[in-house]
């Protein structure tokens, strides 16, 4: 491809959509000015240039075409915008702009108001809000978002129910129901008491090394590390 003087790459006519006009190469006199939509000779680049005018341009984009025909089917194909039919220079700015879009089902709408509508097709969460193709992506994602795996109880923050209402066991990284779970959890894995001194310890391993430096009971953990 080659470009114009300005720099703009020129599209396979030959046409700079910078300058809005047909670049040609022209070494000297002698040289044939080829028309490169219906591939005419000219020996005179003046003739050459208004013939190009006998081929019709597009009002959208200003490039040129064989017939008319050939320019309805281009701005059919490229102008009309497929929701509303009107004709842009950029149909897919125009899109983007003017039609509001459904991820969910990937499909424009003509206007708001029909988009909304629309919208109440796909199921809403009760939790957070956000909309789901169907009703099986709703009760999946509630389960994984909204279901706290602790009590079963459903909630819009689960993370922040669970931190306020569950007790945490830091040895174990363990949630429980309640206090009374969690109080029964420690005296049953982490009450370990002295039976020289009464003291209590939460795990076995500090419970005999205790022993061992307050009552000279040889502490098993040491020998299994050595």
């Known amino acids: 491809m080659r470009n114009c003087k300005c720099g703009t790459q020129l599209d396979s006519k030959g046409y700079c959509h910078h300058c809005q006009q047909y670049i040609v190469s022209y070494k000297n006199k002698t040289d044939f000015?080829?028309?490169?939509?219906?591939?005419?000779r000219f020996r005179d680049f003046s003739d050459y240039m208004d013939h190009l005018k006998n081929h019709p341009k597009c009002d959208y984009c200003q490039e040129r075409f064989l017939s008319e025909d050939a320019l309805k089917k281009h701005i059919?194909?490229?102008?009309?915008?497929?929701?509303c039919?009107?004709?842009?220079?950029?149909?897919?700015?125009?899109?983007?702009?003017?039609?509001?879009?459904?991820?969910?089902?990937e499909k424009r709408f003509l206007n708001w108001d029909i988009f909304k509508e629309h919208m109440k097709d796909h199921p809403k969460c009760e939790?957070?809000?956000?909309?789901?193709q169907d009703k099986i992506?709703?009760?999946?994602?509630?389960?994984?978002k909204h279901q706290c795996h602790v009590c079963n109880q459903y909630f819009s923050?689960?993370?922040?129910?669970?931190?306020e209402q569950h007790p945490f066991c830091?040895?174990?990284i363990?949630?429980?129901f309640d206090e009374k779970s969690y109080e029964q959890h420690n005296l049953q894995e982490h009450t370990h008491q002295c039976t020289y001194c009464d003291k209590i310890f939460k795990l076995k391993a500090n419970l005999e090394e205790h022993k061992s430096n307050s009552h000279n009971v040889v502490n098993p953990w040491r020998r299994i590390e050595s």
């Open 137 to 144: 992506h709703l009760d999946s994602h509630i389960l994984e």
């Open 76 to 83: 059919e194909s490229n102008h009309k915008c497929p929701i």
């Open 85 to 105: 039919n009107e004709y842009y220079c950029s149909v897919s700015k125009h899109l983007v702009m003017a039609h509001p879009y459904c991820e969910l089902c």
């Open 127 to 132: 939790y957070c809000g956000n909309n789901f």
């Open 170 to 172: 830091n040895i174990c």
């Open 33 to 40: 000015e080829e028309c490169s939509i219906c591939n005419k």
């Open 157 to 163: 923050n689960v993370g922040e129910h669970i931190r």
């Open 174 to 176: 363990q949630y429980f």
